[in-house]
């Protein structure tokens, strides 16, 4: 068992006791926030940490996947947990068409049009487009999720819910990283040119990574109306983009482990700290500082990637 499954391990074991361990709903709260960042951070982790493409609009699939769910749910009345699919195949298609014409572009350049996305998004549900997301106010009344006639509303029901999504997740992109697809996305991001040379299809394989990293944050956005049972634009600003961003960029970007890591340290530290809410940003950007001047790669980079013999350092698990 290398470091990063048995890291893992850890981190799973323990939190799968937490709603025995702890039993203050508001604690099992911030576990339920984590578990979901950690969903979102892996989904954009493969798009940054193993494609190497720059993206600051995820929120905006995450806002897609949320509004399907709501929409469909609330007018069809039909179990929204039936609609995940249904939402990860509405924001992948959503990506799909918003990406084709900008995935040639690189670093900054796509950066700043992910973030253009973003923002037209979030004012395309402020404005309530085709009369049916609601305004600012949003969409309310979304039924909560069933499972066997259970109906799902307390904290730890959820907790449950959302870590078992976590670790069908966990174990898709941890298959996906070892799958020839996944190889070929490393050598893009080490070296486009070259892996174009080799015969890969750098443009398609890019553009796959961007809409399955899509799909999984709009089947989260469900998650997450089935939670809330309320959706609006003020969850989806730009900050969530960032945010989720950082939770890769401080576990460390192509790590499983880290972005987990990443997730609790971003999402459930500063709640450690809410009795100094006057104080808690200073010291979490002052801790952000010396992170990426002593750890660049991130608190838990990918480890070493080998084959047969050869030895090659890149995003991804040993």
Not at 33 to 48: F, H, T
Not at 210 to 232: E, Q, Y
Request: glycine share 12%.
């Amino acid at each position: 068992m290398n470091r990063n499954v048995f890291i893992t391990s850890v981190l799973l074991a323990f939190f799968a006791c937490f709603p025995v361990l702890f039993s203050n709903p508001y604690w099992i709260g911030v576990l339920n926030d984590i578990w979901l960042y950690a969903i979102l951070g892996l989904s954009l982790n493969w798009v940054v940490g193993h494609t190497g493409l720059f993206n600051l609009g995820h929120a905006a699939y995450y806002a897609v996947g949320a509004y399907t769910a709501a929409i469909i749910s609330t007018h069809f009345n039909i179990p929204i947990l039936w609609l995940i699919p249904v939402a990860g195949f509405t924001a992948g298609l959503f990506a799909l068409v918003v990406a084709r014409p900008i995935i040639h572009l690189r670093g900054d350049y796509l950066a700043i049009v992910t973030i253009g996305v973003g923002e037209i998004v979030r004012i395309a549900l402020e404005n309530d487009i085709f009369g049916i997301t609601g305004g600012s106010n949003g969409i309310f009344g979304i039924p909560r999720p069933e499972i066997f006639d259970m109906r799902i509303r307390r904290p730890w029901q959820f907790y449950y819910l959302i870590g078992g999504f976590l670790l069908i997740t966990i174990w898709f992109f941890y298959r996906l990283e070892q799958s020839r697809f996944g190889r070929a996305l490393n050598y893009i991001k080490e070296d486009e040119t070259a892996a174009e040379g080799s015969g890969i299809n750098t443009a398609w394989y890019k553009l796959a990574a961007f809409v399955i990293g899509a799909v999984w944050a709009g089947m989260a956005g469900t998650l997450f109306a089935a939670k809330m049972s309320t959706v609006s634009p003020g969850s989806f600003v730009f900050w969530e983009s960032v945010l989720i961003f950082a939770i890769v960029i401080l576990g460390g970007a192509g790590s499983i482990p880290g972005v987990i890591l990443g997730a609790f340290l971003l999402v459930g530290l500063p709640e450690f700290f809410r009795n100094f809410a006057d104080a808690r940003m200073l010291f979490f950007g002052a801790a952000m500082v010396l992170m990426m001047i002593f750890r660049s790669r991130g608190l838990l980079p990918p480890l070493t990637r080998k084959y047969a013999g050869v030895s090659r350092a890149g995003g991804g698990d040993a």
